[in-house]
Structures are given as structure tokens and as C-alpha cells.
């Protein structure tokens, strides 16, 4: 497992940078996600949604990661669980790159209360592919966009 990690953080290193140059409050369009991909992410909508946190902890590896802003990382189904009890509400993920190779992949997104509001916030996914071709989190890390 940590080869792929090791692959896929070389695959997050090659992002380009550029974005950084846009100006304040600039939002990077949305790309269009195959529909394994798409997938994860409605899933994981649905969960939030629902206030579900045995659903959205199964869409993570068995050793996976939440990696949430100003907090030590949660690993482990379980532990994800725990994490997630008493989350969730109103929320639109929308992906603006990713990439696969192999068994490995990300999603880099921002994510919002409602479909075409503003991005509050921005996330990363890694994600792992299993034998079946079904794509599992490995690490969720999010942040808000202001920290007000």
C-alpha cells in the first residue's frame, strides 16, 4: 500500500501551481469526473447529507485517513466513524482536477452548501482501486476558504 501512496503524492506534486496567481475570491472551473470517480463523490455527498457516518465511513480504505484543518489525522474505519458522528447537513462537492494511475488517484475539489453557490471550501481526495475497479478513499483532507 505505502508504493501507492508513494505514487500518488507524486502524482499530487505534479500539480500545477498556477492557480495561486488568480486573484481573490477566483474560482476554478469544474471538470467533468468518469463515473467511478463521479461516483465517490455522490456517494459521499449522500452520506453527508444523511448525517450518516457508517456510510461514509465505508467509502474509506480499511486503514484510511480524514486529515481535518487544525485537527490531528483519524484513521481507520472506526475511528472515521467516531469522527463523522453528529457531521453532516446541506453540501455540493464539484472536482476541478484528478487524475488515475494504475490503483491510485486523486480528486482536488471545492465543495459548497448548495449546487452552484461558491466554494466555502477546498478538499483533496486519494483514492485506491481495489481488484473489482472500485474506488476507495484513502486520505480526505478539506479546508475552508476563509477562516473567519
Known amino acids: 500500500m505505502f508504493q501507492n501512496l508513494n505514487v500518488c503524492f507524486v502524482l499530487l506534486c505534479t500539480i500545477p501551481f498556477a492557480a495561486a496567481a488568480e486573484p481573490p ?3 476554478e472551473p469544474s471538470v467533468e469526473l468518469p463515473g467511478d470517480l463521479a461516483r465517490v463523490l455522490s456517494d459521499y455527498e449522500k452520506a453527508w447529507e ?16 480524514v486529515l481535518p484543518n487544525g485537527r490531528p489525522p483519524v484513521r481507520g474505519r472506526d475511528a472515521i466513524r467516531r469522527h463523522y458522528a453528529d457531521s453532516g447537513g446541506p453540501l455540493a462537492l464539484r472536482a476541478i482536477d484528478f487524475a488515475t494511475g494504475g490503483s491510485v488517484g486523486y480528486i482536488i475539489g ?3 452548501r448548495e449546487r452552484s453557490a461558491p466554494d466555502i471550501g477546498k478538499f483533496t481526495l486519494t483514492l485506491q482501486r481495489d481488484d473489482g475497479g472500485h474506488w476507495s478513499i484513502v486520505s480526505d483532507m478539506d479546508s475552508p476558504n476563509n477562516r473567519h
Do not use: M, N, V
Open 110 to 112: 471545492g465543495f459548497a
Open 50 to 65: 444523511a448525517r450518516d457516518e457508517t456510510a461514509l465511513a465505508a467509502l474509506f480504505t480499511e486503514d484510511g485517513f
Open 25 to 27: 475570491g477566483a474560482q
